[in-house]
Structures are given as structure tokens and as C-alpha cells.
């Protein structure tokens, strides 16, 4: 499975555009690249999922470098309720297993009033 | 999003007893349930994989006797911890997706052994 790195830790400043970094320099040519947060003692929420092009949606936009091995998930007005920990994946594809999400660390988002 | 619901949110067992935890997709068939463990401060940890009508496949260091995961039907599994001792004693989430899709994950059940 391919490898995601994050930061273990950001802050944003309620209303800026917060900017989540990830490195997945392994990542094959037919994996996606997935977003989820997770809100503390809840389960994972996802966000946003990409291949090559980048990707807006009504939470967030997700742009992927043209070498595919760093994306960053943009909040674009952060508010209090996006603290949380903020998932990269690289999902593996095919076979009866596919598609199992694999977590690693996360972004830990502290958006400050 | 499609929404996947967890029940129960949270249980209080007896060191010894088994624990039975369901995971249904509301308003879509998944084909695929995956169930994740969560300690404090920790990122979640895959455990198993089911498919529909078919025998999980258990991540390397999961024990299957131990972490029974039933996949009965295109919209309900069950992950029943049995003879839990209090290092069981976790956050479980389940996911559901299909085919090629995204997943949706369920609220979690807090499990607390004593």
C-alpha cells in the first residue's frame, strides 16, 4: 500500500483557508487519493477523493500535483466546527479487498477564533 | 453522503462476556464492510474485511477467533468480540462502501470492559 505523510498538527485562523498538506510519493498510477476527517469520538467523515485533476466539492477543493506525489486539501473558510483530524489515504484498488482505506497519522486542525 | 448507522454507540461488558456490535448501510447495499479499531490518541487500525455472503479476511496480528465479523446481508454485519478482557476495550468503527465508491463510515461503538 502506498504511504501517506502528513503534518501531525496545524492551526488555522477561523474564516482563513486552511491549507492541508500530504506526500504520497509511492502512489500508483490507478490509486485515488482520499480525504476523511474524523471530529473527536466520531467516526471518519469523508470529504473529498481524487485521481489526477483536482477536485472541488461543497467542503473543500483537493489539488494534485502533475506528478501525483503531493496533494493539498483546502478549506476555504475554516470555522470552528472543522477542528478535527484530517485524513490523506491512498486507496488500493482492486481485488475482493479493494478499496480498504489504510490511516495513517492525520493533520490534527485547531481552528482558533 | 449515504449514511451508515452503529449500534450500539456504547457498551459497558463484564471481563469474559462476549460483545455483539452491529453495522447496517441505511440507504445503500455495501457490498464491502470494513471494521476499524481506535485506541486514545491513535489513528484507526484496520482489522478486518468482508465481503457479502463470504469469510472476512483479518489483518495480520487480528486474532479471528477472538474478533467474529458477520456479513449476513448486503446491508448489515457484525463484529462480536468474544470473551472481551479490558484491553479490548476500544473505539470500533465500521465502514461500508461499493463497488469502486466511496466509503461511509458508521459513529463508532465506545466498548469499555470491566
Known amino acids: 500500500d502506498a504511504k501517506t505523510t502528513q503534518p501531525p498538527s496545524m492551526d488555522c485562523a477561523e474564516g482563513r483557508a486552511a491549507n492541508l498538506p500530504c506526500n504520497h510519493s509511492?502512489?500508483?498510477?490507478?490509486?485515488?487519493v482520499y480525504w476523511y476527517r474524523q471530529i473527536h469520538s466520531q467516526g471518519p467523515q469523508y470529504i473529498i477523493h481524487g485521481l489526477k485533476n483536482n477536485e472541488t466539492n461543497e467542503m473543500a477543493s483537493l489539488i494534485i500535483t502533475e506528478d501525483r506525489k503531493s496533494s493539498t486539501l483546502i478549506l476555504p473558510h475554516a470555522t470552528l466546527r472543522d477542528t478535527a483530524v484530517y485524513y490523506c489515504?491512498?486507496?488500493?484498488?482492486?481485488?475482493?479487498?479493494?478499496?480498504?482505506?489504510?490511516f495513517g497519522q492525520g493533520t490534527e486542525l485547531s481552528v482558533k477564533p | 453522503g449515504a449514511v451508515v448507522s452503529q449500534h450500539p454507540s456504547r457498551v459497558i461488558c463484564k471481563s469474559g462476556t462476549s460483545v455483539k456490535i452491529e453495522c447496517r448501510s441505511l440507504?445503500?447495499?455495501?457490498?464491502?464492510m470494513f471494521w476499524y479499531r481506535q485506541f486514545p490518541k491513535q489513528s484507526l487500525m484496520l482489522m478486518a474485511t468482508?465481503?457479502?455472503?463470504?469469510?472476512?479476511?483479518?489483518e495480520q496480528g487480528v486474532e479471528k477467533d477472538k474478533f467474529l465479523i458477520n456479513h449476513a446481508s448486503l446491508t448489515l454485519s457484525t463484529l462480536t468480540v468474544t470473551s472481551a478482557h479490558p484491553e479490548d476495550s476500544s473505539f470500533y468503527i465500521c465502514?461500508?462502501?461499493?463497488?469502486?465508491?466511496?466509503?461511509?463510515f458508521g459513529q463508532g461503538t465506545r466498548l469499555t470492559v470491566v
Open positions: 440507504d445503500f447495499q455495501a457490498t464491502t
Open positions: 468482508s465481503n457479502e455472503g463470504s469469510k472476512a479476511t483479518y
Open positions: 509511492t502512489i500508483s498510477g490507478n490509486e485515488y
Open positions: 489515504i491512498v486507496r488500493v484498488a482492486g481485488g475482493n479487498q479493494g478499496g480498504k482505506l489504510i
Open positions: 465502514s461500508a462502501r461499493v463497488v469502486q465508491g466511496e466509503a461511509f
